[in-house]
């Protein structure tokens, strides 16, 4: 998927090396590189199993689960995913770095723990938590009225089921502009001028949610604004058609943007994104395993290092309901 794609150059400021020694890592065959057009492109996945590798453990932590093929669907009510909840596995929903990361160290303990991801992500995969269609999700949910995560959701969303949320990372959020910002785009009441047209997110997503959130808290409504009804389904493909000139903004984590000529990034808000399981299942070898992970030293390392993510309240545990 293009927003799992990193250029050479991202690749060298994550590993703190010269371009140049990409460029030798990939041509030894130590790094794993696609062709996109005429660039070389690293997967994330390809990325964190190389850094894990090439740091000093008691055993390297194997590479993550591949994702689906492009035009393969795992729904997380697919019989595959079921037969893992039946089967005391783990069905993880979202699609971020963080949660190839946290794969990665799930599969290195060894205990056989199945594993399956899902790509609902936020809303949609608490919804599929509390249909019991998954046993892991994740979200990064902005609540208007109490200006707060993930949690206001969770407990709306999840009635009469008692959950635990556990702080994966934090990432800065804002908007996507035009190179040198010819449009003067400051911040959310320019989504109201008449001469600017946004981009949107797909329904369920955390961005689109926090759209709709400031849309809400100004009063407005988004089918009255150009370019509500263009959606996308990521980060980069939002930034890529702000840098096209076909909007003239949009909305995304500035992680997943960098590198990526023609727009520029105006920061706004510090987003959460956490897991979120059934506190009756927290006792379960396999969410014993994964609470063990999320909260070590090891995976927050790998989490500010690797992702990008800051990590000042990675392994917080907050109970709802």
Known sequence: MENDLLSVQEVAAVLKIARNTVYELIKRGELKAVKVGKQLRV????????????????????SPPPAPAQGESHPAGALRDETVLRGGGLVICGKDMVLDILVAHLSALGDAIPIFRSPLGS?????????????????????????????PYVKKMMPGVPCMVLRLGQRMEGLYVRAGNPKNITGWEDFLRRDIRMVNREKGSGVRVLIDEKLRLMGRCGEAIAGYETELNSHLAVAAHVAAGEADVGVGAELKMRGLEGV???????????????????????????????????FRYEVETLAGFETAQTGRIFNVG
């Open 123 to 151: 809303y949609n995969g608490i919804y599929a938590l509390y249909q019991g269609r998954v046993n892991v999700a994740t979200a990064h949910l902005w609540d208007g009225d109490t200006d707060t995560y993930n949690l």
């Open 264 to 298: 520029d990034f105006i920061p706004l808000q510090l987003e959460c994104y956490d897991a979120v399981i059934r506190r009756s299942d927290a006792e379960k070898a396999p969410f014993r395993a994964l609470i063990d992970v999320i909260t070590s030293e090891r």
């Open 43 to 62: 997967s994330r996945a390809e990325l964190g199993r190389y850094l894990a590798q090439s740091q000093p453990a008691e055993r390297p932590l194997p």
